[in-house]
């Protein structure tokens, strides 16, 4: 699975952890044309974050993948108790 963000150390350091991801540095802001339209093959919006599953679906909305990633891995749900909250 690879995940297309802008790095951010606070963000995406549990997610860092995981064997089985591999994570991909792109800036949007700073990327050279050719980069951004590499990147448009992923994400024809040309936005972070995107998710590319082991099966080959992309996501790009970054709650759609917060939520898949936290259904995935059960260590990253909120407790029950804060669940209400979590969906809003
Ligand atoms: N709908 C997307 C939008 C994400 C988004 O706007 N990301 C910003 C960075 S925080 C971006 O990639 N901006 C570059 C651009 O708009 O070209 C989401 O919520 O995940």
Redesign the pocket.
Known sequence: MAIFV?MNPHGISELKAMDDFELVEYN??TATEEERSEYKKVNPH????ALVTSEGDIM????AICLYLAQLYEKLLPDLQYEAQYYK
Do not use: K, L, M, S
């Open positions: 802008i949007p802001y040309g936005t972070v974050p790009i909305e970054g709650a």
